[in-house]
T-cell receptor, first 118, second 113 residues
Framework: GAVVSQHPSRVICKSGTSVKIECRSLDFQATTMFWYRQFPKQSLMLMATSNEGSKATYEQGVEKDKFLINHASLTLSTLTVTSAHPEDSSFYIC??????????????FGPGTRLTVL | GENVEQHPSTLSVQEGDSAVIKCTYSDSASNYFPWYKQELGKRPQLIIDIRSNVGEKKDQRIAVTLNKTAKHFSLHITETQPEDSAVYFCAASSRGGYNKLIFGAGTRLAVHP
């Protein structure tokens, strides 16, 4: 149990276009999902916390108008990178926290999406 | 702000030796401390975690210790094997915002046969 999927796994796009990444909890409901960005040989940097039915909470320095997050249901959160530029190329990983479980803090990670902006 | 420091950044050991990775955290309200193993291009995998009401936890060759007073926790891997080679991240929960996790910078562990 506790499986999280992401789609697509890889995407290559032209500079200036927008890219949508989906994060789904397959066998549990998640009121809270997290979006991370990981540059090569670096750590996971939290971008934003996504809550079902409410606005996302963005970390300091993350542009909310550039990285649009929608958590429309208890099993789906999407991250849209708008007007992507080469510096947005990175590994984007989501995680989900199961609703109503005793392990309140535990997060389950998706497989990641590698974005390359040309 | 919240911060997690992790050392060393790289660690090279011989197969069969032990490996120790250390982390310190700044948020005194942190109460959950997971350790993740990440292979190249893959998702982080939880290998062990500890909560603030426990000082030590062990799972086969892996153990974690927590010193709340010093805000310090460590990962211990015994009898290392080549397949233990990966990047290891520590993390600490933050009460500021839905119990998000703050990650350390990572330790690249290489186990040589």
């Amino acid at each position: 149990g506790a499986v999280v999927s992401q789609h697509p796994s890889r995407v290559i796009c032209k500079s200036g276009t927008s890219v949508k990444i989906e994060c789904r909890s397959l066998d549990f409901q998640a009121t809270t999902m997290f979006w991370y960005r990981q540059f090569p040989k670096q750590s996971l940097m939290l971008m934003a916390t996504s809550n079902e039915g409410s606005k996302a909470t963005y970390e300091q320095g993350v542009e909310k108008d550039k990285f649009l997050i929608n958590h429309a249901s208890l099993t789906l959160s999407t991250l849209t990178v708008t007007s992507a530029h080469p510096e947005d190329s990175s590994f984007y990983i989501c995680s989900a926290r199961p609703q109503g479980r005793g392990d309140y803090n535990e997060q389950f990670f998706g497989p990641g999406t590698r974005l390359t902006v040309l | 702000g919240e911060n997690v420091e992790q050392h060393p950044s790289t660690l090279s050991v011989q197969e069969g030796d032990s490996a120790v990775i250390k982390c310190t955290y700044s948020d005194s309200a942190s109460n959950y401390f997971p350790w993740y193993k990440q292979e190249l291009g893959k998702r982080p995998q939880l290998i062990i975690d500890i909560r603030s009401n426990v000082g030590e936890k062990k799972d086969q060759r892996i153990a974690v210790t927590l010193n709340k007073t010093a805000k310090h926790f460590s990962l211990h891997i015994t009898e290392t094997q080549p397949e233990d080679s990966a990047v290891y991240f520590c993390a600490a929960s933050s009460r500021g915002g839905y119990n998000k996790l703050i990650f350390g910078a990572g330790t690249r562990l290489a186990v040589h046969p």
